[in-house]
């Protein structure tokens, strides 16, 4: 593997988490163009600010060696940004469609 796959591997997975999130709690969901692109940016977004603790996709084959925790740690992470990134948008749309009816 090459840290551009992983990259894309990263992506991918914070694509299915936030359509998963989005399927099975409808009131988080912004359809699935709208949930795959938070699902995009909020991983590469959760990955970008903290893959510098060492589990971003060149410390995952650095040496040419594939480290498997590492690769682990950033699948979670992903998942987490694909969820946390749907969460921030809903409570974003939220405040914003408070304000405009007030």
Do not use: E
């Not at 498997?68 to 992470?77: A, D, G, P, V």
């Amino acid at each position: 593997m090459t840290g551009t796959l992983i990259s894309l591997i990263s992506i991918f997975i914070g694509i299915i988490s936030a359509n998963a999130f989005g399927s099975f709690n409808k009131k988080y969901s912004f359809g699935f163009t709208g949930n795959t692109l938070v699902g995009v940016f909020g991983s590469i977004f959760l990955i970008k600010t903290l893959g510098r603790l060492g589990f971003d996709p060149w410390s995952i084959m650095q040496d040419d060696i594939f480290h498997s925790r590492l690769f682990l740690i950033n699948c979670l992470i992903s998942i987490l940004g694909g969820v946390l990134g749907l969460l921030l948008i809903k409570y974003l749309d939220n405040k914003m469609n408070k304000k405009a009816a007030n």
